[in-house]
């Protein structure tokens, strides 16, 4: 079975700009976590979705935002990018809505110039 | 919010050798802990959890860490690493059962020297 798949693996925006960064979970999961990571730091949580609702989310400006679709993949949008948000965007998915176990994709790199 | 704090950015030690891998956490009521596992160019992996029951928990390659309540810590140690084990280590917290979202640490990029 694929395992948390994100697309695209690499970007480069300039600032101002907006993105969308892809993420399908694992076959059978129902919930969808965005973390970002910044160089040198731990992941950072930004959204969870549960059966496409919003169930949690983190200390980002609203410049950030999300969705999960009827097949459970999801979208992470960011608006009017900063050199700031330059770093790893990593998408897990979980069988339910805990985090007992979360599957990592391989994540996004964006840099933003 | 919860907070981790991870001792130690880099650590190097030779193949054989004992590691200590360690991680602190603020306090809370009741948390459930993790330890990730993030080798090069990949996502990042569960290495172990501390949900509930015994305190000491391990992992399938040999890697095991113990929950310490009054210590408010949650070290991981391996008693002889391979060179296979290099990778960075994220300790996490997440505020028990029911939490949306996990507190990582800063990580420890471990290298296994041969």
């Known amino acids: 079975d694929a395992g948390v798949t994100q697309s695209p693996t690499h970007l480069i925006k300039t600032r101002g700009q907006h993105v969308t960064l892809r993420c399908s979970p694992i076959s059978g999961h129902k919930s969808v976590s965005w973390y970002q990571q910044v160089l040198g730091q731990g992941p950072q949580f930004i959204f969870q979705y549960y059966e496409k609702e919003e169930r949690g989310r983190g200390n980002f400006p609203d410049r950030f935002s999300a969705r999960q679709f009827p097949n459970y993949s999801s979208e992470l949008n960011v608006n009017a990018l900063l050199l700031g948000d330059s770093a790893l965007y990593l998408c897990?998915?979980?069988?339910?809505?805990?985090?007992?176990?979360?599957?990592f994709g391989s994540g996004t790199q964006l840099s933003v110039l | 919010a919860q907070s981790v704090t991870q001792l130690g950015s880099h650590v190097s030690v030779s193949e054989g050798a004992l590691v200590l891998l360690r991680c602190n956490y603020s306090s809370s009521v009741s948390v459930y802990l993790f330890w990730y596992v993030q080798y090069p160019n990949q996502g990042l992996q569960l290495l172990l959890k501390y949900l509930s029951g015994s305190t000491l928990v391990e992992s399938i390659n040999g890697f095991e860490a113990e929950f310490n309540k009054s210590q408010t810590s949650f070290h991981l140690r391996k008693p002889s690493v391979h060179i296979s084990d290099t990778a960075e280590y994220f300790c996490a917290v997440s505020d028990g059962a029911g939490a949306n979202n996990l507190f990582f640490g800063t990580g420890t990029r471990l290298t296994v020297i041969p």
């Open positions: 897990a998915s979980s069988l339910a809505g805990t985090n007992e176990k979360l599957f």
